[in-house]
């Protein structure tokens, strides 16, 4: 038969072993998630959409079509609220038309750029996505792979159209009555294999490829303009 003084050792180590996970338990529940800046947790949680600057597109008067997009949503969603997330003076129309965005505005989206939350169900974010971005483009993903779409230019005389040119010619060989994986009729490959300068057709193309709207670097747009129309930066 164990002694009292026994049976208390026991039972003292048993509360302890109990109020010590109590106290384990505490401290992990309580502890805060790890805040995020809202541009980290775009980049990595949201890859079809980018942020929107006030210098995108060279429009840093909010006239772009991306600025005047969200501006357009912004107002239909909270024009006949009584408050709204950029506490913004909103005129009640009955047709709301485009319209580039305001300074205040545009502001209101930039500071919200490094506010660190805690994911991306925070109110903050959810403004941000809606209201601050806009979709990603191929030209996006080649910037981000270190590279650049060379400029369509006036004519395809430079050595680096020559090259991309050339680079699209050679890959497509077998493609070749067809004009290649972009079917580019023009005489310049079909009749003369001796001119390097790259075609017009085939720098509008590359144009029209890096505009596409994608987040997928598995995108076939992606892939072509990265092999065919984009130079290091």
């Known amino acids: 038969m164990k002694s009292l003084a026994t049976k208390g050792l026991v039972g003292l180590a048993t ?10 338990a505490i401290k992990f529940s309580s502890s805060k998630k790890e805040l995020k800046s809202i541009r980290t947790l775009i980049k990595k949680h949201s890859p ?9 597109k060279g429009a840093a008067d909010g006239s772009s079509s991306e600025w005047k997009r969200v501006w357009k949503q912004y107002r239909t ?19 709301i038309q485009d319209e580039a965005a ?16 805690e994911g991306i169900k925070s109110d903050k974010y959810q403004v941000v996505e809606k209201y601050c971005t806009r ?16 400029p369509k230019g006036n004519d395809g005389q430079s050595q680096e159209w020559k090259e991309l040119w050339k680079r699209y010619r050679k ?15 023009d005489s310049s490959w079909n009749e003369n294999e001796n001119l390097v300068e790259a075609p017009s057709k085939f720098r509008e193309k590359c144009e029209s490829e890096s505009q596409v709207k994608t987040g997928d670097i598995n995108h076939h747009s992606f892939t072509n303009v990265l092999n065919y129309c984009s130079v290091p930066i």
């Open 77 to 95: 969603d909270f024009q006949n609220s009584s408050n709204n997330p950029f506490k913004l003076t909103l005129a009640k129309v009955s047709d």
């Open 135 to 150: 979709l990603t483009s191929v030209s996006d993903l080649i910037s981000d792979s270190g590279k650049r779409v060379l």
């Open 171 to 185: 890959d497509n060989e077998d493609k070749k009555s067809e004009g290649g994986i972009w079917k580019l009729s």
């Open 15 to 24: 509360s302890s072993a109990v109020a010590g996970g109590i106290g384990i």
């Open 48 to 56: 079809s959409q980018r942020l929107l600057f006030r210098e995108d």
């Open 102 to 117: 305001p300074e205040n505005f545009m502001t209101s989206c930039s500071s919200l750029f490094e506010e660190k939350v």
